[in-house]
């Protein structure tokens, strides 16, 4: 599957409601809300007597909060009788200003909800009451028309009142992992929330494949349904899914995004660095989510432009007729032009040898690239664009500040106009901000990149290991960075130290990641592993 349905991304924490820790339940969820994540979730098992009633909940959760939504994840059914449901979610959603989503699962534990006086029902009745709920919350919503009759096998009104609509439309997930439920989601649902724990990576193609085929036989968009997905992992792991630092994470879920079309993410923890480490991942997954997206963008308005315009396009390559390849020409350049060189040297110092770079193997001029190969390299190049576009700004403030040009308040200004925007501006948090987005940056390179360039061809391996050991090298220099700046601020450095250092990281950095496009632009549309 190669599926990306362009939802917004969005972000939540799916906290358990202990009934006996129900401030700190609501404090995570203020944290979820404070990190900058979109969505606070609590499972529903009104037959568990150590859980707080899930509505209740999620109603002073929703009053000690001003921005996230809040949803049941999933509300049980059996035990939440549809037009009550439908009246709670819609009073909660006016209440808040459109707040409100509902997960909704067709009921497990069927002999607890049996004990607590629900129905005693089978799998396929409890799917087949799922959808009556479904059509019936619906009808509730809907205020146009008379009383609601409905003639179920589970559920029957007999002239019930409609209304209250709630604030916004309020989409319905479904927790669904069997063909019969996930062919309901397509079907009929805004949403499918599955559970890593029980659905992994692995699962997911041929799950939305069900989906997808339920709704184009219902008539609909596959894309009508949000794909979410609730989230068990660790950032001390050493590796699998979802074990290890932020750039693993980053790395993965962008992946997921992009080739399943996964777009929510809930993270299930009740541990506060967990949420202030996701809260890191979200933005990291936004950006490069936001840079594929538009290379993607970029390459298939290209190629629509070339296949329609019947003329050769000299600037990129592109000839008539081709919107599915794009020829080298015979003097083996490539389409994807790397940045050249920096010609200028700001600092007198070398950290490398850059004579001593290996090379990788030999275009051929023969070879054909789809635009889609091709987007691997420009998404390279935006990524770096955009470092060295931040660089550029560190280097001109320091000379600002330096000359007595700009003051705190001119400068708190200028740095609210940047890509990397701090709630509370110093030269040293933006710096800080710019080494922490570098490093991401590498690790992410270190710890999937790269590898796969080795596996998919070894002529590579000198290149890569290069590459690494620079790594190592920038990592230093970005340490003298973060020195410079510890001793300016104690008062025994001064600013042309910091300047010295940021120079140094300039002539770098920016040497760097040109020889990185230089040897890497084309084996990433050559081998597809970006």
């Known amino acids: 599957m ?25 404090a995570l969820a203020q944290l979820t809300e404070q990190a900058g994540l979109d969505l606070v979730t609590l499972q529903d098992h009104p037959y568990q007597p150590r859980l707080a009633d899930a509505w209740t909940l999620l109603s002073v959760i929703a009053a000690h909060t001003q921005t996230v939504k809040v949803a049941t994840n999933v509300a049980n059914l059996p035990l939440r009788h549809p037009v009550v449901l439908a009246r709670s979610v819609a009073s909660l959603d006016l209440i808040t200003g459109g707040r409100v989503e509902l997960g909704l699962g067709a009921g497990g534990f069927r002999e607890a909800v049996a004990a607590n006086g629900g129905p005693e029902l089978t799998a396929g009745q409890s799917i087949t009451a799922l959808e009556e709920a479904l059509a019936i ?34 989409e319905i997930w479904l927790g669904a992992y069997k063909p019969r439920m996930l062919a309901l989601t397509g079907r009929l649902a805004d949403g499918w929330v599955p559970s890593s724990g029980y659905t992994g990576p692995d699962a997911l193609t041929a799950m939305n494949k069900l989906i997808d085929e339920a709704a184009v036989e219902a008539g609909r968009d596959p894309s009508a349904v949000r794909r979410l997905y609730n989230l068990s992992g660790t950032f001390t792991g050493s590796g699998g899914f979802l074990q290890g630092p932020e750039p693993l994470w ?31 991942v979200a933005e990291g997954v936004k950006e490069s989510v936001t840079a594929a997206r538009a290379a993607a963008m970029a390459a298939t308005s290209a190629a629509a432009n070339a296949a329609g315009s019947g003329d050769v396009h000299p600037t990129n390559n592109r000839t008539a007729g081709s919107a599915v390849s794009v020829s ?9 032009v790397p940045t050249p060189p920096s010609t200028e040297r700001r600092s007198d110092v070398q950290v490398w040898d850059e004579s001593t770079r290996p090379t990788g193997p030999a275009l051929d001029p023969e070879r054909t690239y789809t635009p889609y190969q091709l987007s691997s390299g420009e998404h390279l190049i935006q990524v770096h664009d955009h470092l060295r576009a931040e660089l550029e700004q560190i280097h001109d ?19 609210n ?21 570098v490093t991401t940056h590498h690790s992410i390179e270190d710890a999937s990149l790269f590898p796969r360039l080795r596996r998919a061809d070894d002529r590579l391996k000198p290149v890569v290991d290069r590459l690494q050991e620079e790594h190592l090298v920038i990592h230093d220099v970005l340490e003298n960075v973060d020195k410079a700046l510890v001793s300016l601020v104690s008062g025994e450095g001064t600013l042309d130290d910091l300047r010295a250092a940021v120079d140094l990281l300039d002539d770098t950095l920016l040497s760097h990641l040109s020889y990185e496009e230089r040897e890497l632009v084309e084996p990433l549309a050559r081998l597809g592993v970006m």
Not at 8 to 13: D, K, M, R, W
Not at 139 to 158: C, D, Q
Not at 257 to 272: F, H, K, Q, R, V
Request: hydrophobic content about 35%; aromatic content about 8%.
């Open 2 to 26: 190669d599926v990306d349905y362009g939802h917004e991304l969005v972000f939540g924490t799916f906290l358990t409601p202990t009934i006996d820790q129900v401030d700190r339940v609501i």
């Open 137 to 170: 919350i619906r009808e509730v919503w809907t205020p146009e028309g008379g009383g609601i009759r409905f003639p179920g096998k589970h559920y029957t009104l007999n002239g019930a009142k409609r209304g209250p609509a709630p604030a916004h439309p309020v």
């Open 250 to 280: 980053i790395e993965q879920l962008t992946e997921l995004t992009l080739t399943e079309g996964m777009s929510t993410y809930i993270l299930a923890s009740d541990n506060p660095d967990d949420i202030r480490r996701f809260a890191e």
């Open 328 to 336: 080298a020409p015979a003097s083996a350049t490539f389409p994807v």
């Open 397 to 415: 403030l320091v000379e600002q500040v330096a000359a007595g040009s700009m003051g705190v308040g001119a400068a708190r200004s200028h740095i």
């Open 417 to 437: 106009t940047m890509t990397m925007r701090q709630n509370n501006w110093t030269l040293g948090t933006y710096c800080e901000s710019y080494c922490r987005l």
